[in-house]
């Protein structure tokens, strides 16, 4: 099995920033791709960074220059750095990691998330 946890969630002040971590455990051969995304209350989830191996990224044009992704060689810890923090970036911020298993299996998990809320 495959676990995948974010922390670094809270209550920030608009302009402020945040690192959220997400740790990966388990039964993994090879983080192949792993994504943040957030979920604000009635809205639908969405994709706002991610890192593959071999250390490409992309960022959602929405938090482009505010949003970085980073993460070890191994994918196991990634971190989202956000700064310059709006109300509009309040959401549950999570993890999900397509994982390369024992005998080439290709399984996707999901962490449980964290949330992040701007407010003055």
């Known amino acids: 099995q495959v676990q995948l946890v974010e922390s670094g969630g809270g209550l920030v002040q608009p302009g402020g920033s945040l690192r959220l971590p997400c740790a990966a455990s388990?039964?993994?051969?090879?983080?192949?791709?792993l994504t943040w995304y957030r979920q604000a209350p009635g809205k639908q989830r969405d994709v706002v960074a991610s890192i593959m191996t071999g250390g490409n990224t992309n960022v959602a044009d929405s938090v482009k220059g505010r949003f970085t992704i980073s993460g070890d060689n191994t994918l196991n810890t990634v971190h989202l750095q956000m700064n310059s923090l709006k109300p509009d970036d309040t959401a549950v911020y999570s993890c999900?990691?397509?994982?390369?298993?024992?005998?080439?299996?290709?399984?996707?998990?999901w962490g449980q998330g964290t949330q992040v809320t701007v407010s003055s």
């Open positions: 999900g990691a397509q994982v390369l298993r024992d005998f080439n299996q290709i399984a996707a998990y």
């Open positions: 388990g039964s993994i051969v090879r983080i192949l791709r």
